[in-house]
């Protein structure tokens, strides 16, 4: 599986015969009839207006879609009508290819056939966007492709504005654990929007993770974190408002963050030596123009929340006992018998409990997937306490305030690595 190319013989036909390109747009996608001739558009005007006299192809990498989707792809070009918005017809119109990737189901495995297509195609940079965007617009092309064909950075990590609720996975760990961790300030770690150049895709596709849960769902958190710690020159680009189909956290996401939870403790436990150097987080360059676009509202359900951390609390007990120290617990537990109108998941107690898990997490890295899935699950109840609480806490706030207490979360992240170091050194002797 791990040497089994992400293209089909048909694609790999299709790329030769096209030769060699600067630019590589990869759109993954699954059953995104709605959305992806918007996304294709948007892609193909940036390259005509950003970047004229490259050589460029738009690529649809699709995961077995039952609808149109493809067939879309196919269909949308935007230049017999480019006169009209544009003052010059680009020099080389983007080539368009939509094709179904090999390997395990999931975005990872979108992305190796994307990269392994930038490769063929010799491309000095290489963009994934999402295809699932309404937000999405000619600018980001330049915004993404800018830094590496310009500045040259390799890695661009997108950097939006969004609602205080959506993206509640990023805000309350991913964001703050690689920050304290790795040492980088890198804001959407697991955006979905990314440039690459040729250096990093070639080392991309080096790695041994192409078979693995990282190819199903890991991919945009190992690909971040890969990049800060193998001492790549990462950025990130402001692209405004990020408007796409937002999930209810009770709802929607407690799967989505199991899924990145165990990229992110995995990821842990094979850069130890690097995180165990790092003092302090460092900004990143930034590119672009930080506009004050509004994201619209996500609506979520405290009450839900506090219910499914009051039952998981109940449900995990004795289980949680098993490798969480028992001050621990009783300090869950107090929280969970507080009254609805006192609920608070406070940040320390959040900090300490990720810290906790990730110990814990490493300590069983080598046994069976199912052991390692049975403590990832038991962490969603308390991730949606802490999402109850920053709700709470940040209900009369505008976004901008709320910004703030993320920013304070990541503080005590950083604060509290001491006990990380102290729980882990522990552990291992």
Known sequence: MENQSGLTEEARDQIEEMGK?????????????????????????????????FRSVVMNSDGGSTDRTREIVKKTSIYPDLDTILIRHPVRPARNLSAPYHGIPGKGSAFKAIFEAAKLLKAR?????????????????????GPIVIKGYDYVSPLYSRHKYDGTITNSIVYPLTRALYGLRVRQPIGGDFGFSSKLVKSFLTKDVWGTDVARY???????????????????????????????PGKDLGPMFKQVVVTLFQLICDYEAQWKQVTHAKPTAVYGFRSEASPEPVVVNRRFLIDKFRKGAIENRDYWLTF?????????????KLPLQEFNLSQRLWVKTIYDFAVAYCQKKAAPPEVKDRLLESLIPIYFGRTASFIIETKQMPTYEAEEVIERLCDKFEKLKPYLLERWDSISK
């Open 218 to 248: 890991g991919i945009d958190i190992w690909m971040t974190t890969t990049a800060i710690n193998e001492g790549y020159k990462v950025c990130q680009s402001y692209l405004g408002a990020k408007i796409h189909d937002a999930k209810d």
């Open 21 to 53: 390109a600067d630019l590589l747009v990869g759109i993954p996608s699954f059953n995104n009839e709605k959305t992806i001739a918007h996304a294709v558009r948007a892609v193909q005007y940036g390259l005509a207006k950003y970047f004229p006299k």
């Open 125 to 145: 940079a290489c963009l994934v966007v999402d295809s699932d965007l309404r937000s999405i617009n000619p600018e980001w092309v330049e915004l993404l492709a």
């Open 324 to 336: 969480l120290p028992p001050e621990r617990v009783r300090q869950l537990e107090k929280v969970a």
